[in-house]
């Protein structure tokens, strides 16, 4: 992995890690296979999550790090949990988040972000702790609702955006903050293609057929 670490690629005049370049490619390819609702999703997912925590670590964000490794097991659950929520017809079972379950989302995004802030400060293991733990708690949160096959995950992504690029600019990490803007056209795509196919399991329409929408 150091490898990764130490050798780099020049892109537009900056040099990128190799772990970086690879990590995030990874992670964009699974914003594609998302939107698909194919169990690709989790497997590539690992693959981008031991990539991104070196490059994190080796940049004193603590709360990213860690990040990886929790997206890690939820990683390995989300694969468990489509693999047993897939529908012949229907695909992978994807609803709306009902009333109380984004109030519990929001309470527990705000909760979280300022207990793991208080941690990184404590322990002095982020540069920016705040951020560093808004993005942490956000994408725990984001991929929770996924692995549930919520569709409001794709709106978490957004918040999680908004915060990420600043952050990794002033990181130095301009690919990555490159790639959080890609996400963010991705996450409203995919946030039409998930709320779509839920609107047809509701109505009962089979995935590939036009179904009612509002």
């Known amino acids: 992995m150091h490898v990764l670490l130490e050798n780099s690629v020049s892109l537009f005049g900056q040099r990128i890690a190799y772990a970086e370049l690879f990590g995030q490619v990874?992670?964009?390819?699974?914003v594609f296979l998302a939107q698909r609702r194919t169990l690709w999703t989790w497997p590539v997912q690992l693959v981008s999550v031991v990539l991104l925590f070196t490059v994190y670590a080796s940049a004193h964000l603590g709360g990213l790090a860690v990040?990886?490794?929790v997206v890690g097991l939820i990683a390995v659950y989300g694969w468990w949990a489509w693999a047993r929520?897939?529908?012949p017809v229907?695909?992978?079972a994807v609803r709306?988040?009902?009333p109380r379950e984004l109030f519990a989302v929001a309470a527990a995004f705000v909760v979280g972000t300022v207990v793991f802030a208080l941690v990184l400060d404590a322990l002095d293991a982020s540069w920016a702790p705040w951020p560093d733990s808004a993005?942490?708690?956000g994408t725990l949160l984001a991929f929770g609702?996924?692995?549930w096959g919520l569709v409001e995950f794709w709106l978490v992504w957004l918040l999680v955006d908004a915060?990420?690029?600043?952050?990794?600019l002033s990181s130095g990490l301009w690919f990555s903050a490159f790639v959080y803007t890609i996400f963010a056209g991705l996450v409203v795509y995919g946030w039409v293609s998930w709320y779509r196919s839920a609107q047809r399991q509701r109505d009962g329409v089979p995935v590939g057929q036009p179904g009612r929408v509002g």
């Open 26 to 30: 990874f992670a964009l390819a699974v």
């Open 67 to 69: 990040r990886q490794v």
């Open 96 to 98: 709306r988040a009902a």
């Open 145 to 147: 609702l996924q692995a």
């Open 163 to 168: 915060i990420g690029v600043p952050l990794q």
């Open 135 to 137: 993005i942490f708690v």
């Open 85 to 87: 929520h897939r529908d």
């Open 90 to 92: 229907f695909g992978v």
